[in-house]
């Protein structure tokens, strides 16, 4: 079996900002090699999450308000009597979502559905440089 890791670099806005990562994912898996296999994407911070869905502006923005609803801004969280950085809602929202995604591979591409593209969402209240992880296995 073939192992092969890539990073994915950017800056977000903070709040809940949402990044497409498809391409850059599948870019990795390209360089690698792999017809067949998985391909994991990791985010090392406390405040981001990674998951799938259909990349509109509608779904965005109802996304974005499912984690208000869920995990409201403007009230006190624990976490800040610990941190005094405001950001409870985003290390709750985070822990919700998940920090990685792993995704098939087959004949070198990523198997998603036509409408499903990879996102990373940046739940801090402040923007941030992102670095995904993106680990690549399989033959």
């Known amino acids: ?14 709040y ?8 850059r994912v599948q870019k990795i898996v390209d360089e690698s090699g792999v017809v067949s296999g998985l391909v994991c994407v990791f985010c090392a911070g ?22 208000e609803r869920l995990v409201p801004n403007g009230i006190e969280y624990e976490h800040h009597r610990y941190h005094l950085d405001g950001n409870g809602p985003g290390h ?6 998940g920090p990685s995604i792993s995704v098939p591979i087959r004949d070198g591409r990523l ?11 940046d ?4 923007p ?4 995904l992880i993106v680990q690549v296995l399989g033959e």
């Open 92 to 97: 709750v929202r985070a822990s919700l979502l």
């Open 123 to 126: 739940f801090d209240n402040r």
């Open 128 to 131: 941030r440089h992102r670095e």
């Open 1 to 14: 079996m073939k192992t092969y890791e890539g990073d994915i670099s950017f800056d977000t806005k903070g």
């Open 111 to 121: 198997t998603l559905g036509h409408w499903q593209q990879v996102i990373f969402i």
């Open 46 to 67: 406390a405040t981001g999450g990674l998951t799938t869905v259909e990349y509109e502006p509608g779904l965005i923005a109802d996304l974005k308000a499912l984690f």
């Open 16 to 23: 809940c900002d949402i990044v497409e990562v498809t391409t």
